[in-house]
């Protein structure tokens, strides 16, 4: 079994973002729908900023997913 991960689970880190860290990190930006990997890529910083180490962690995460080859 392949358990690598495929480049559209950050669309699954992007809403885990969303509920985990919204009033905390996200209060303003906006979730959208149908994130694309810019729009993964542009909460990323506000989590490193102000989301603590796990959401450091999950900025992490989801800028190796976006920035992975395809």
């Known amino acids: 079994m392949d358990e ?3 480049p559209e689970y950050f669309v ?11 009033t905390q ?5 906006r979730a959208l ?3 694309t990997p810019a729009d993964a890529l542009a909460i990323t910083r506000a ?3 102000h989301g603590g ?4 962690r999950l900025a992490e995460q989801i ?5 992975a080859p395809h």
């Open 4 to 6: 690598t991960p495929k």
């Open 12 to 22: 699954d880190l992007y809403r885990r973002a969303f509920s985990e860290y919204g």
């Open 25 to 29: 990190a996200l209060w303003n930006m």
């Open 33 to 35: 729908e149908n994130p």
């Open 47 to 49: 989590l490193r900023t």
């Open 53 to 56: 180490m796990d959401g450091r």
């Open 63 to 67: 800028e190796s997913l976006c920035r």
